[in-house]
Nanobody, 116 residues
Framework: QVQLVESGGGLVQAGGSLRLSCVVS????????MAWYRQVPGKQRELVAS???????DYADSIKDRFTIFRDNAKNTVFLQMDSLKPEDTAVYYC??????????WGQGTQVTVSS
């Protein structure tokens, strides 16, 4: 069974930076697209950024040019570097392993709070 463990969330002032990490157990990491989602209470979970197995990245318009997703296949880890954070970035951030032929795997989530 695959496990995804996120870390790096916390409280930061607007304009600050955080780096989220997600370590994936097992040997499937390098062949799958990885992504970060976020969710605030009362709203649907939204895709923030994704990175394919060959490190092609895609971003939501709301965070483009501020966030960077990248992966280290040797360490089974995907990262989300978040710069120029805004209060509206406050959310629980979830790591996702996308399985096109099955059910995706999710981490437990890590809280990011940006104060104004």
């Amino acid at each position: 069974q695959v496990q995804l463990v996120e870390s790096g969330g916390g409280l930061v002032q607007a304009g600050g930076s955080l780096r989220l990490s997600c370590v994936v157990s097992g040997s499937v990491f390098r062949i799958h697209t990885m992504a970060w989602y976020r969710q605030v209470p009362g709203k649907q979970r939204e895709l923030v950024a994704s990175v394919t197995s060959d490190s092609s990245a895609d971003y939501a318009d709301s965070i483009k040019d501020r966030f960077t997703i990248f992966r280290d296949n040797a360490k089974n880890t995907v990262f989300l570097q978040m710069d120029s954070l805004k209060p509206e970035d406050t959310a629980v951030y979830y790591c996702n392993l996308h399985r096109p032929l099955g059910r995706d795997d999710w981490g437990q989530g890590t809280q990011v709070t940006v104060s104004s």
